[in-house]
């Protein structure tokens, strides 16, 4: 391990924290005029601690329970952990954000492949650090409420386990401070969260819905891949910290434009921005516990994370404005469309998710002072409202076997604590005055308010048409099933376990409590938005903007929202009658873009894997062929004068030898003279290996070709004759095919011969030889140390196809030689 240096954005030294030897692995930095006691800086220390301890004692404490607990017990304890570890890692990060309002970063940095410049480098500041925070602490609401929500132990110990790595994943994604760490961590989340979306995989439709969301995703993954990888050659680094402060560099370099639309492609990706919306809402076939992770805390907030953390870098053109304005717009719009018209509980929730990361996308785009904030304080309102409107719906399932939420009434009746927790949180969402929900939407007014452009009037209309169906949305699913007559409820609905109704309580009361008293989560947001902007955002501009044109917008907001709820039923049938005319479908895209690949693949199946050999070797050599020209015709021309003046005449007789041997073998009219004559080809070229001062390699040919030549006549003698099937016109085009490899290979033999390759590499190889691997012979010491890694893959190549070939033989001895 290795002490890593973190850069803070102004005037900032190092620090080391001191104590014991463990300890030191963290390296914090901080503002050198607002010092504050090492003791309070080690808080994230600790939270990392516990959470390695976690990762390794979670596992074997489950193995060795097994052994003496029942499966519930097991469960439990498992439970346990994952409550706890992920509240006390809140606690640490809460007890930290003093020190990360005052600028405070700390690094940790762990040699991965130190050769290749790979390294675990994690760096807390206060946009990770926020972000962090909402991963363990809805994630410990989250792992208990679980708990209560299975009646199944192997299910529940099953979901602990997916749950435990995928908080584990979000937190390495978010803490992240080197781009292929943070790659790593991405692919992760996409991988676990595929796992808690199909957990039900008896059901075709969790299939389906995974299989969607691990496409989309990990296509993502890779533009983001290729977008890291420009970026950090644009930077000069891979350290994310360093990218973020070369931001002037890297947007004037030719590589700007294509990494910054990869890694916007990559976020949209993530956040389910349009037009890769359609995963999100068919992952509400996950259980409800993970669709509230997924969905308030964890993976559609990555994509939202990427943009803010890279926008220093990438932010502040005319490209980052129109294309992540543009498309956060247009998702707002489109998920608030869908979610109106929606009556189910889980897929009106999702798409109103998808609105509610267009707005903050939108307000990214957009890219001002206060547009950040906004976005920011929109993260942690949204985290809070709908953690505890999913977990809210998921009671109503569990307790009430309901889904519809139309079909529903009467629920506050029979679920009281519920209710209070969907009102709570529904007011949030429409942004009803005295909850965070309502800050959040006052800030964004504010921001897009003062507009230059006619940009910034389209913004305004997005958010407000966007903020007006989120009134409509929590009506419908919050408000409306609490209030009336019992109806479409089972009469056996029994009262919820606490752990059923608390975590949504808590949540929901807490976007309540931080709206009433704002400077409780204002700091925090405020540092995070300021490392966002790379200017300061004063915790005051989060703070309510009073009487003014804000607070009317907000109000014609809810009067707005009133009227679309109350005229939600035609509205659908219109919404639905125009879907149907244009033919479209949430996953419509998808499904196209999936049933084109299909056909893509059949087609090239039937034409390049038809089973024919002479098909396969035929493609194979052709495209090696013209890619192989392709370069060579860039290149200058060989010298074919200058390389046959080089050579001897005996080693033009020998290639005059191994030319007539070839003919012969291609128009011998026997088998046997063929492979005599394909061993006199090899034998030929031995020969000139010997002649050109390698007789290690000249003795492997003579030992290879003769091997070759025993087989092939020990092959050939159980073969039948066989009748010559092919036509001329194909005789002829292999004879071309042929020839023209063969003149490719050959110009590429004398175009490599033209080059002078850089003396140092061999000189190295010559002095290192002896004294790193202990051998003379360099060619052998290269393939087997020096490249023991690429020739081990190979022998695990060449291994796994003879353990193959060995199962099939097995498989026909058995069958009595039927298959």
Known sequence: MALGAAGGPTNRGDLRCRGTAPERLWTETLDTENARSPQSSRAPGYALRVLALWALLGGPTQRRGARALDPMSRARIARVL????PAALAVALALAAPALIAGRTFAWVVPWAPSAGLETAL????????????????GALVAGYAGAYFDDARALRRFDRLLALFTLAMLALVLADDVFFLYFAWELTSVASFFLIGFEHERAEARDAARHALLVTVAGGLALLAGLVMLASAAGTTRISEIVARGDVVRAHELYRPAFFTIAVAAFTKSAQVPFHSWLPRAMEAPTPASAYLHAATMVKAGVFLLARFAPALGGTAEWTSLVATIGGITALVGAARAIG?????????????????????????GTTYAIAAAMLYVVAHALYKGALFLYAGVVQHQAHAKDAEAVGGLARVLPHGAVAALLAGASMAGVPATLGFLAKDLAYAALLPGDGGYRVIALVSAFVASALFVAVAMVVAARPLLGARRGISDDVGRPRAWLWGPPLLLAALGLVAGIAPALVAPLVAAAASLVAARA???????????????ALSAVTLVVGAAVFA????????????????????????EAAMRALARVAKAQTRV???????????????VIAVVVATGIAHAPPPDLAGALDDLQPRQLGLGAFIIAAALFAVIAPERFAAVAALGAVGFGVGALFLDLGAPDLAMTQFVVEALSVVVFVLAFRKLPRLPLLSSRA??????????????????????????????????????QSLPAAHGHNVVN???????????????????????????????????????
């Open 730 to 767: 194909t005789r002829a085009r292999d004879a071309v095919v042929a020839v023209g490899f063969g003149t490719v290979v050959s110009a590429l033999a004398l175009a490599a011969a033209r080059t002078n390759p850089d003396p140092s590499v061999s000189a190295w190889f010559l002095e």
């Open 82 to 85: 994952l409550v706890l570890v």
């Open 537 to 551: 955002v004063p915790a005051s501009a989060l703070a309510f903007h009073g009487v003014g044109i804000e607070l």
């Open 567 to 590: 005229a939600r039923a035609p509205l659908r049938r219109a919404g639905a009658a125009l879907s149907r005319a244009l033919h479209l479908r949430p996953a419509s895209g998808y």
């Open 781 to 819: 010491v290269i393939l087997t140390d020096f490249r023991s890694v690429d020739t081990l893959g190979e022998t695990i190549v060449v291994a796994t196809a003879g353990f193959g070939v060995f199962a099939l033989l097995r498989l026909r001895a058995r069958s009595g030689g039927a298959r």
């Open 123 to 138: 760096r807390l500041d206060a946009l990770s650090g926020l972000f962090a925070l909402i991963v363990c602490a809805i």
């Open 608 to 622: 390049l894997q038809n089973g024919i050999l002479r098909r396969y070797t035929l493609v194979t050599l052709v």
């Open 342 to 366: 929606e009556t189910r509980f889980k897929p009106a929730l999702a798409y109103s998710t998808v609105a509610a990361l267009g707005l903050v996308t939108l307000l990214l785009g957009i």
